[in-house]
């Protein structure tokens, strides 16, 4: 297969990650330990979030014309990218905890619903709860006053049960 033909089945995999993806976020995992990746890998292998490292060359054609082109002009020194499908912020709060414990992982920029975010913009978006987390949040609001609704209902009834007699 010649050379061009391999970077082509390169270029392709991205596309077909970027087509499904919800959220890009690039980071330079320089300087983490074997063990410190690995763990990384598993925490967001189980969360759904594809993390591999592509040359900056290969992203660079495969973001071309997608949501994800703003990217292109972080593309500079070693990036590794994680791919979110289902919660945008998933990939990105995983690496930005993992970021706190070990300094040698930095965020570089990423794309989240198709808005571009720098490195500082990216730790902003992953210290937002996921998806879950919010709904229940609203659910557990809404649940709080309808039983204290449906006590004073209660004690009112209970009252009028009390006068009837």
């Known amino acids: 297969m010649a050379k061009i033909e391999q970077k082509q089945v390169v270029v392709?995999?991205?596309?077909?990650?970027?087509?499904r993806a919800t959220s890009v976020v690039m980071v330079d995992a320089r300087g983490l330990t074997v063990e410190q990746d690995t763990v990384l890998r598993k925490k967001l292998r189980e969360a759904g979030v594809d993390y591999k490292v592509y040359k900056n060359t290969m992203v660079h054609f495969a973001i071309q014309g997608t949501q994800f082109e703003g990217l292109d002009q972080y593309l500079e020194g070693p990036s590794t990218f994680a791919f979110s499908y289902e919660d945008a912020t998933a990939g990105a709060s995983i690496l930005n905890a993992t970021a706190k414990d070990v300094k040698a992982l930095e965020f570089?920029?990423?794309?989240?619903?198709?808005?571009?975010?720098?490195?500082?913009?990216m730790k902003v978006v992953a210290d937002i709860p996921s998806r879950e987390v919010l709904l229940s949040k609203l659910l557990g609001s809404f649940k709080s006053p309808m039983s204290s609704f449906a006590r004073?209902?209660?004690?009112?009834?209970?009252k009028g049960e009390g006068a009837a007699e």
Not at 14 to 19: D, F, Y
Not at 108 to 121: C, I, S
């Open 12 to 19: 392709n995999e991205i596309k077909e990650k970027l087509e």
């Open 152 to 158: 004073v209902i209660d004690q009112i009834a209970k």
């Open 108 to 121: 570089k920029a990423g794309v989240v619903e198709g808005v571009v975010y720098d490195a500082a913009g």
